[in-house]
Protein backbone atom coordinates (compact mmCIF):
# COMPACT_ATOMS: atom_id res chain seq x y z
CA UNK A 1 0.00 0.00 0.00
CA UNK A 2 2.77 2.25 0.83
CA UNK A 3 4.40 1.63 -3.04
CA UNK A 4 1.05 2.79 -4.26
CA UNK A 5 0.76 5.91 -2.29
CA UNK A 6 4.52 7.37 -3.36
CA UNK A 7 3.99 6.12 -6.58
CA UNK A 8 1.20 8.48 -7.07
CA UNK A 9 2.58 10.91 -4.51
CA UNK A 10 5.43 11.07 -7.53
CA UNK A 11 3.35 10.90 -10.34
CA UNK A 12 0.72 13.70 -9.58
CA UNK A 13 2.81 16.99 -10.59
CA UNK A 14 3.40 15.03 -14.10
CA UNK A 15 -0.09 14.18 -14.50
CA UNK A 16 -1.15 17.85 -13.44
CA UNK A 17 0.93 19.29 -15.61
CA UNK A 18 -0.10 17.31 -18.56
CA UNK A 19 -3.58 17.83 -17.77
CA UNK A 20 -2.93 21.60 -18.10
CA UNK A 21 -1.74 21.32 -20.85
CA UNK A 22 -4.24 19.19 -22.81
CA UNK A 23 -6.74 21.46 -21.46
CA UNK A 24 -8.80 18.74 -19.26
CA UNK A 25 -8.05 20.33 -15.69
CA UNK A 26 -11.70 21.12 -15.72
CA UNK A 27 -12.71 17.42 -16.28
CA UNK A 28 -10.54 15.92 -14.00
CA UNK A 29 -12.85 12.96 -12.30
CA UNK A 30 -13.14 12.83 -8.26
CA UNK A 31 -11.29 9.55 -8.87
CA UNK A 32 -7.97 10.98 -10.15
CA UNK A 33 -8.39 14.20 -7.91
CA UNK A 34 -8.78 11.92 -4.75
CA UNK A 35 -5.79 9.48 -5.98
CA UNK A 36 -3.70 12.50 -6.12
CA UNK A 37 -4.28 13.87 -2.75
CA UNK A 38 -2.76 13.23 0.56
CA UNK A 39 -5.55 11.93 2.95
CA UNK A 40 -5.50 8.11 3.47
CA UNK A 41 -8.31 5.77 1.70
CA UNK A 42 -10.02 5.70 5.22
CA UNK A 43 -10.28 9.56 5.20
CA UNK A 44 -11.41 9.59 2.05
CA UNK A 45 -14.22 7.31 2.65
CA UNK A 46 -14.95 9.12 6.03
CA UNK A 47 -15.25 12.51 4.49
CA UNK A 48 -17.09 11.48 2.03
CA UNK A 49 -19.96 9.64 4.60
CA UNK A 50 -19.74 13.32 6.62
CA UNK A 51 -20.75 14.81 3.80
CA UNK A 52 -22.51 12.75 2.20
CA UNK A 53 -25.11 12.87 5.61
CA UNK A 54 -25.20 16.61 6.38
CA UNK A 55 -26.58 16.82 2.83
CA UNK A 56 -29.05 14.12 3.58
CA UNK A 57 -30.18 15.75 6.62
CA UNK A 58 -29.63 19.58 5.01
CA UNK A 59 -32.37 18.69 2.26
CA UNK A 60 -34.60 17.06 4.90
CA UNK A 61 -35.05 19.98 7.21
CA UNK A 62 -34.95 22.44 3.81
CA UNK A 63 -34.24 21.49 0.16
CA UNK A 64 -33.69 25.41 0.29
CA UNK A 65 -30.54 24.81 2.65
CA UNK A 66 -28.67 22.80 0.27
CA UNK A 67 -28.44 25.90 -1.97
CA UNK A 68 -27.23 27.92 0.98
CA UNK A 69 -24.90 26.01 3.35
CA UNK A 70 -21.65 24.84 1.57
CA UNK A 71 -20.56 21.69 3.09
CA UNK A 72 -16.30 21.03 3.17
CA UNK A 73 -14.78 18.19 5.33
CA UNK A 74 -11.30 17.21 5.40
CA UNK A 75 -9.84 14.62 7.86
CA UNK A 76 -13.27 14.92 9.64
CA UNK A 77 -12.72 18.53 9.84
CA UNK A 78 -15.99 20.22 8.65
CA UNK A 79 -16.12 23.85 7.21
CA UNK A 80 -19.61 25.00 7.19
CA UNK A 81 -19.86 28.28 5.13
CA UNK A 82 -22.51 29.88 3.01
CA UNK A 83 -25.67 32.65 4.26
CA UNK A 84 -28.70 32.11 6.32
CA UNK A 85 -31.52 34.51 7.42
CA UNK A 86 -31.70 32.74 11.07
CA UNK A 87 -29.19 32.38 13.75
CA UNK A 88 -31.56 29.52 15.21
CA UNK A 89 -31.23 27.82 11.47
CA UNK A 90 -27.53 28.35 11.94
CA UNK A 91 -26.98 26.56 15.17
CA UNK A 92 -29.58 23.57 14.01
CA UNK A 93 -26.87 23.27 10.94
CA UNK A 94 -23.88 23.06 13.43
CA UNK A 95 -25.96 20.88 15.47
CA UNK A 96 -26.82 18.13 12.49
CA UNK A 97 -23.00 18.20 12.03
CA UNK A 98 -22.03 17.57 16.20
CA UNK A 99 -24.94 14.80 16.04
CA UNK A 100 -23.19 12.82 13.01
CA UNK A 101 -20.40 11.92 16.11
CA UNK A 102 -17.38 11.32 13.36
CA UNK A 103 -16.41 15.21 13.41
CA UNK A 104 -13.40 16.67 15.31
CA UNK A 105 -13.82 20.12 14.55
CA UNK A 106 -16.47 22.03 13.16
CA UNK A 107 -16.01 25.64 11.85
CA UNK A 108 -18.61 27.39 11.57
CA UNK A 109 -18.46 30.31 9.37
CA UNK A 110 -21.94 30.79 7.95
CA UNK A 111 -22.84 34.40 7.69
CA UNK A 112 -26.20 36.15 8.65
CA UNK A 113 -27.55 37.96 6.13
CA UNK A 114 -31.46 39.59 5.38
CA UNK A 115 -33.87 37.33 4.20
CA UNK A 116 -33.46 39.33 0.88
CA UNK A 117 -29.75 39.18 0.57
CA UNK A 118 -30.32 35.38 1.59
CA UNK A 119 -33.20 34.54 -1.65
CA UNK A 120 -31.11 36.41 -3.62
CA UNK A 121 -27.89 34.22 -3.41
CA UNK A 122 -30.58 31.20 -3.52
CA UNK A 123 -31.39 32.30 -7.16
CA UNK A 124 -27.95 33.15 -8.25
CA UNK A 125 -26.76 29.83 -7.25
CA UNK A 126 -29.36 28.10 -9.85
CA UNK A 127 -28.13 29.68 -12.54
CA UNK A 128 -24.70 30.42 -11.36
CA UNK A 129 -22.19 31.04 -14.16
CA UNK A 130 -18.55 31.25 -13.10
CA UNK A 131 -16.79 32.71 -16.04
CA UNK A 132 -18.40 36.18 -15.65
CA UNK A 133 -17.58 38.71 -12.47
CA UNK A 134 -20.93 40.77 -12.70
CA UNK A 135 -24.60 39.39 -12.35
CA UNK A 136 -27.14 38.72 -9.90
CA UNK A 137 -25.79 40.11 -6.76
CA UNK A 138 -22.57 39.31 -4.88
CA UNK A 139 -23.13 35.89 -5.12
CA UNK A 140 -22.61 35.48 -8.93
CA UNK A 141 -19.04 37.31 -7.89
CA UNK A 142 -18.31 34.71 -5.14
CA UNK A 143 -18.41 31.91 -7.70
CA UNK A 144 -16.08 33.89 -10.10
CA UNK A 145 -13.35 34.42 -7.25
CA UNK A 146 -13.56 30.56 -6.59
CA UNK A 147 -13.08 29.32 -10.12
CA UNK A 148 -9.94 32.14 -10.29
CA UNK A 149 -8.22 30.87 -7.27
CA UNK A 150 -8.71 26.99 -8.96
CA UNK A 151 -7.09 28.05 -11.79
CA UNK A 152 -4.31 30.19 -9.64
CA UNK A 153 -3.36 26.96 -7.57
CA UNK A 154 -3.86 24.39 -9.97
CA UNK A 155 -0.87 25.96 -11.79
CA UNK A 156 1.09 27.26 -8.94
CA UNK A 157 4.32 25.54 -8.78
CA UNK A 158 5.23 23.49 -5.04
CA UNK A 159 1.37 23.93 -4.42
CA UNK A 160 -0.59 20.20 -4.21
CA UNK A 161 -4.13 22.12 -5.12
CA UNK A 162 -6.65 18.62 -4.35
CA UNK A 163 -5.28 18.66 -0.88
CA UNK A 164 -7.40 22.50 -0.56
CA UNK A 165 -10.97 22.97 -0.43
CA UNK A 166 -12.02 26.59 -0.82
CA UNK A 167 -15.36 28.87 -0.52
CA UNK A 168 -16.04 32.57 -1.29
CA UNK A 169 -18.97 33.96 0.72
CA UNK A 170 -19.57 38.01 0.00
CA UNK A 171 -15.63 38.31 -0.72
CA UNK A 172 -14.45 36.12 2.23
CA UNK A 173 -12.87 33.14 1.44
CA UNK A 174 -12.27 30.41 3.41
CA UNK A 175 -9.87 27.13 3.15
CA UNK A 176 -9.00 23.73 4.61
CA UNK A 177 -7.32 21.14 3.75
CA UNK A 178 -3.53 20.19 4.19
CA UNK A 179 -0.32 21.54 3.42
CA UNK A 180 3.13 19.76 3.09
CA UNK A 181 4.59 22.92 4.24
CA UNK A 182 4.25 26.22 5.56
CA UNK A 183 6.02 27.39 2.53
CA UNK A 184 3.48 25.70 0.23
CA UNK A 185 0.44 27.55 2.78
CA UNK A 186 2.40 30.61 2.25
CA UNK A 187 2.34 30.32 -1.47
CA UNK A 188 -1.80 29.12 -1.24
CA UNK A 189 -2.09 32.46 0.57
CA UNK A 190 -0.56 34.78 -1.58
CA UNK A 191 -2.72 33.22 -4.15
CA UNK A 192 -5.29 33.75 -3.09
CA UNK A 193 -5.21 36.94 -1.43
CA UNK A 194 -3.84 38.17 -4.91
CA UNK A 195 -7.06 37.43 -6.23
CA UNK A 196 -9.43 40.37 -7.26
CA UNK A 197 -12.36 40.74 -5.42
CA UNK A 198 -10.92 38.93 -1.95
CA UNK A 199 -11.54 41.27 0.61
CA UNK A 200 -10.29 38.55 3.52
CA UNK A 201 -9.07 35.47 4.13
CA UNK A 202 -9.84 32.79 6.70
CA UNK A 203 -7.52 29.93 6.82
CA UNK A 204 -8.28 26.08 8.42
CA UNK A 205 -5.75 24.27 7.08
CA UNK A 206 -3.12 21.49 8.80
CA UNK A 207 0.57 21.41 7.78
CA UNK A 208 1.62 17.85 7.76
CA UNK A 209 4.98 16.88 5.65
CA UNK A 210 4.07 13.67 3.45
CA UNK A 211 4.92 10.72 5.54
CA UNK A 212 8.69 9.37 3.87
CA UNK A 213 8.21 5.56 2.52
Not at 6 to 32: D, H, Y
Not at 94 to 110: C, F, H, L, N, T
Not at 150 to 178: C, D, E, F, P, Q
Amino acid sequence: MKLWYTTISAAAPLLLTTLIMTGCVQVMTETAKKAMEDRTTEDQVTDTKISTGMLSSLSGKDKGLLLDVNVDVWEQRVMLTGTLDNPQTRQDVVQMVRADGRAKKIYDEIQIVTKAEKEQRREAAKNKDEAKKEGVGQSVNDFWIETKISAKLLSAGGVTSVNYRWRSVRNTVYLIGRARSQAELNTVLEKIHGTEGVVNVKPFVEIKPIAKS
